[in-house]
């Protein structure tokens, strides 16, 4: 008989009235045990209660083993931590953990050293203490969108955004954004760096990048000075002629007043034109140039033009001019870009100068979409083209091969569109003319990059 049987028997009444139906298992064996002497039963007792003694100690070591896991992993996780904690404490990135609502559930020491608050003063209060107003106002709607939706631009990625300095000042900061769930809560987690070392240095470079446009202009416009000369002279020799016409009609006994006001209006007129070219020129050689703008290609180019269509007739160059309709605003210095095109234009024409007679001269300048939906400004001529070997240089700076050129034109204007945004590039065979392209991104995707 084992263990098992004594068990169910010791804790079932004995009965001896006959059960219905078929016979019961184990009532055979419980009339055998209750036909054992009351030693044989203690014995089975004693021997039953020494099994269960084992079984409690067996048992009881599992227990005390598990609570010895239990604290060794509850050690672990302090240790860890811990660690976690002073990573958390050490790191120079601002670490700040909000809730849905957005409500401060943790920030580390570094967001004292960049934004001013300790932690204790943000823990409970909503993180848009933290943003420039008009931010603010718009970041718990940031929130629920994102769950509402499950979208975020900036989840995953870096974003530069300002943060509010508790003395009021605002801080340029590197944003990246990550989500967590605790017990099925979202929460968020941002890691704020500190970018004004960043922002300082890329205005210094900008500042940098404006001067040397600034003397690389003066120096385009030197190479223009005669075509321009030439560009002004025209209305002045005409206001000269008009002048003298006058003169000799107020000169007669009788002046024809009408005649004499045409021709007053003409000379009014010239005299705007020539206003117009110098004014043109001043703005083009201004140091400081005024900060980006919307504009529209085509008249930047059109400006462009102006500036160099006296050597364009004078070179008996045939210019083709092919602008895109409804092209996008672009985002841009204006006076920097046309830089970079009249360097192209200007270019063109040089390279162009020496061509024999018998060869065509055709300066083509087209805007149009390009595939990526950005705007594009080529500048086709035909004249003699890079060689293979000149055309890894012709782009660094101070390469030229002209008796009077300071080979900073392309190089400067590689810099100029690529602040931008933009790329420049060109196409050429030797003997085959050159072709450059210059893009730039639609004014609604600069705030993209
Ligand atoms: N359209 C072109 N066709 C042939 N060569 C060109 C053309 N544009 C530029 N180059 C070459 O690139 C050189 C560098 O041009 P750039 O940087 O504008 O300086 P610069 O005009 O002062 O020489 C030119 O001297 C010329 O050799
Ligand atoms: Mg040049």
Known sequence: MNSENIHSDADQPCSNAPEEGAERPGHFAAMQENLRSPEDRIRMLEQ?????????????????????????????????????????????????????????????????????????????????????PDHAVKHDRYIQNHIDTGISKIIGSVREVEGLHKGGWTVPLDLSLAKFFIDGEIFFTGLLRDIRQRKLQEKENREHLEELAHVTRLSLMGEMASGIAHEVNQPLTAIVAYTEVCVSLLMSPNPDHVKLAGILAKTNQQALRAGQIIHRMRDFVRSKTTSRTSASINQVVKDCIGLCSTEIKLQNILFCLELAENLPLVYINEVQIEQVLLNLLRNAIDAMHDLPVDRPRRLVLCTQLDDRQHIE?????????????????????????????????????RSLVEAHHGTIRFNSQDGNGCTFYVTLPPKELVNEF
């Open 377 to 413: 400004i080529t500048v086709k001529d035909s004249g003699p083209g890079i060689s293979d070997a000149d055309r890894a240089k012709i782009m660094t700076p101070f390469y030229t091969t002209k008796k009077n050129g300071m080979g900073m034109g392309l190089s400067i204007s």
């Open 48 to 132: 039953k209660l020494v099994e269960q003694a084992e079984q409690l100690t067996a048992s009881n070591l599992a227990v005390q083993q598990n609570i010895e896991a239990l604290k060794k992993s509850k050690q672990r996780l302090r240790e860890r931590e811990a660690r976690l904690n002073s990573i958390f404490n050490a790191a120079s990135e601002g670490i700040i953990m909000i809730d849905r609502k957005g409500i401060v559930v943790t920030a580390n020491a570094a967001v004292k050293a960049i934004l001013g608050y300790a932690e204790e003063e943000l823990i409970g209060g909503n993180i848009s203490l933290l943003m420039a």
